[in-house]
């Protein structure tokens, strides 16, 4: 078995907050429209925006004899992610050698940081990559459990295949959004409690779904399988994703095929791509499995990765309010399994497709990943601020965060954040 992971210590001469997601340990990837309207890839440290486009056009990845030419400018990180995690973790070392503390390269820091250097307020975060195909797990055994208890039977609420396959569905990757976009209320065919016939209607029952999602960052051809002791290699970042969903639509339509309409009305991610190499650190232990999982599903090591995240409901003006947390390291299925599964028929995968976890919930309630479990389907309603809320209302903003910590090093997501409009 491996041994603990460990963070090596790191400082930059650029001072930050001290509780920034955004630490010299993260460095993470994404795009932005700065203030002169041009789209560049860039990192952040603290509330600084780093633009890489700059960057690399004053030659400083010019190490790695590899033409990097057109990828710090493009709307997206695909063609970037493309390139292969040795020279896209090369430039991230590289970046993070340029901010330490005793860099000799960056003589005038203040001219460097002029030049380079970017308030995080004034850029327009873009969506991070071209979403080429977007599928969501099911993947916390405590939530697939609250599920099948509400809805089936609590005193056997996960299906014979639950313990033995990552469950997913194929969701829609045209109606992902980046932070900050704002969602209308879905509307569709609900069936009323005790009738026999639906009616058409704006969802009564507005939720969210506190996931993190993964890109993956190589093609497979189509035939192939990704071994689950090389996925990880496939996996080029993280993001928070909040997968909204209408309950009321779901439960009327998902059998047999599972969710259609409920799910692909909105989905909103955050806007940095934080790697697998700067969650490194944070590797954990995942449940034990139980029973046994076949051969092509077995992982050893430290698979799970230990991420707090919280869920904020902000009324319309008033202040936000915290209504869950949890952490990722109770996923009972890991990314390799999801990943190995997901391609051991032949499936073929891309750079860019987002690989949600499905929702995230803990063991106790306040843990639990969606309004469906916090309120136990709306019957125990929840405080938040003055009000309180069986599910979301229109012009809730909903605000997810993540960060991992340890040893004083401390590596986050920011926020995934979207506001709730009235019906169309
Ligand atoms: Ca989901």
């Not at 997901?342 to 969606?370: E, K, Q």
């Amino acid at each position: 078995m491996k041994s603990e992971p460990k963070t090596t210590q790191l400082s930059s001469w650029l001072k930050t907050e001290n509780d920034t997601d955004f630490t010299i340990y993260n460095i993470p990837f994404g795009i932005a429209e700065l203030p002169d309207h041009s789209i560049v890839a860039v990192s952040r440290i603290g509330d600084k925006v780093i633009n890489l486009y700059a960057l690399q056009r004053d030659g400083y990845f010019d190490s790695f004899n590899h033409d990097l030419d057109g990828l710090f400018n493009s709307p997206n990180l695909n063609a970037f992610i493309g390139i292969g995690k040795k020279i896209t973790s090369g430039v991230r070392s590289r970046i993070t050698q340029l901010f330490e503390e005793n860099t000799d390269e960056v003589s005038d820091k203040e001219a460097f940081s002029r030049k380079y250097l970017i308030s995080a307020e004034s850029v327009k975060m873009q969506l991070p990559v071209k979403v080429t195909d977007y599928t969501d797990f099911y993947s916390s055994i405590e939530h697939a459990g609250n599920v099948g208890s509400m809805f089936r039977d609590p005193q056997n609420p996960l299906l014979p295949n639950w313990r033995h396959l990552p469950v997913g569905y194929h969701g829609r990757a045209s109606s992902i959004v980046i932070s900050g976009t704002p969602i209308h209320r879905p509307k569709g065919q609900i069936l009323p409690a005790g009738q026999d016939t639906p009616v058409f209607s704006a969802t009564r029952m507005f939720d969210f779904e506190l996931e993190l999602a993964f890109v993956v960052g190589q093609n497979t051809e189509l035939g192939s399988s990704v071994p689950v002791d090389k996925a990880e290699d496939y996996i080029f970042g993280f993001l928070l994703f909040n997968d909204l969903s209408a309950r009321d639509i779901q439960s009327w339509e998902y059998v047999p095929l599972g969710p259609f309409l409920s799910k692909n009305f909105g989905s909103v991610v955050s806007p940095w791509i934080v790697t697998l190499e700067a969650l490194e650190p944070y590797r954990t232990k995942g449940p034990v499995q139980e029973p046994e999982v076949l051969d092509y599903l077995k992982t050893d090591g430290l698979h799970n990765f230990d991420i707090n995240l919280e869920v904020y409901i902000k009324p319309q003006e008033s202040e936000p309010s915290l209504v869950a947390a949890t952490n990722f390291k109770y996923m009972y299925w890991n990314i390799s399994q999801q990943l190995a599964h997901h391609t051991v028929n032949g499936c073929n995968i891309n750079i860019g497709d987002l690989y949600a976890s499905g929702t995230i919930s803990g063991p106790t309630p306040g843990s639990y990943g969606s309004l469906l479990e916090l309120t136990w389907r709306g019957k125990n309603k929840l405080k938040v601020g003055d009000t309180e809320r069986a599910f979301i209302e229109d012009y809730d903003t909903i605000i997810m965060r993540g960060y991992a910590s340890k040893e004083g090093a401390r590596v986050g997501f920011g926020e995934c954040e979207t506001t709730i409009l009235p019906a169309k």
